[in-house]
């Protein structure tokens, strides 16, 4: 791999504790002299932040997409004026 | 009931949109009867359910896919917390058994109006990074099965594509930065 994605690896395995402790040694004194790795850090940690607000939404419409077709099938008319009388008591 | 002892893969869409479902029938009835008996709106029972299926799901993730009778405790103590929560004033109307006491409510923080322009630029520029990314760290399907689904030869080169795609959005990250620096509203 190119020593950018070794790079993102490496700050992955960091962010997540999976560092063995070697490593995280090397890795921390690689912190102390590289801004730039420390930028890297904290781009990184947005990215898994962006990662699960994108994963969010996507659940949240697909979740309104299976409301939307229980709720419009004629086969479970049933079923939806159970649930719709409660709210015309 | 009774979780079934069979075989089955780490939830991918296909299974999610079964579990989703299933649990719709069984038990959004539950949670709108307990709205309803709390003056609740048909919305706020909609509301409430589907963001206890989001926390639900979050719980799940990555595990293998059974429907067992605690999932429906677990919908019902979320949706009283979420209850509580939205109308805090009503908590005292609201009675909590030690299973329910215990659930912690996870925070549901939404985009900010920056990182929502960002996700939708990437999802027209670069959708299959984004969906890799997500069945990754937040489905938390294996590698195996994902460079399966998303066509790769094996889980080397579908790691490979992964960090990729992690560089792709740190580097659009990265030339936005500037405009903003809270990520979260």
């Given amino acids: 791999m190119k020593t950018s994605l070794n790079d993102i690896q490496l700050i992955e395995l960091h962010l997540h504790g999976g560092l063995k402790p070697k490593e995280a040694a090397a890795f921390y004194a690689r912190l102390a002299v590289e801004p730039l790795l420390r930028l890297q850090v904290g781009f990184q940690q947005k990215v898994y932040s962006l990662i699960k607000m994108y994963a969010h939404r996507k659940l949240k419409s697909e979740i309104e997409a299976v409301h939307q077709r229980i709720f419009r099938d004629p086969e479970r008319i049933a079923f939806q004026q159970n649930v719709l009388r409660l709210f015309h008591a | ?185």
Avoid at chain 2, 148 to 162: D, R
């Fill in chain 2, 1 to 185: 009931m009774v979780a079934t002892q069979v075989e089955t893969p780490i939830l991918n869409s296909n299974g999610r949109e079964g579990l989703f479902e299933e649990l719709y029938e069984r038990v959004f009835p539950l949670v709108a009867k307990f709205v309803s008996h709390r003056r609740g709106t048909f919305q706020d029972a909609k509301d409430i359910f589907q963001d206890a299926l989001v926390i639900l799901y979050e719980k799940i993730a990555g595990q293998a896919l059974e429907v067992r009778s605690s999932e429906e405790r677990y919908i019902l103590g979320i949706a009283k917390h979420l209850w509580i929560r939205t109308y805090h004033h009503d908590r005292v109307h609201v009675s909590l058994d030690d299973f329910e006491s215990a659930l912690l409510l996870p925070d549901l923080s939404t985009p900010s109006l920056a990182a929502g322009r960002l996700i939708e630029f990437l999802e027209r520029t670069g959708k299959r990074c984004l969906e890799m990314l997500r069945a990754f760290y937040y489905d938390k399907l294996p590698m195996n099965q994902i460079a399966s689904e998303f066509g790769y030869g094996n889980v080397h080169s579908a790691t490979v594509q992964k960090y990729k795609c992690l560089e792709k959005v740190r580097d659009e990250i990265k030339k936005r930065s500037i405009a903003y620096e809270d990520f979260v509203e």
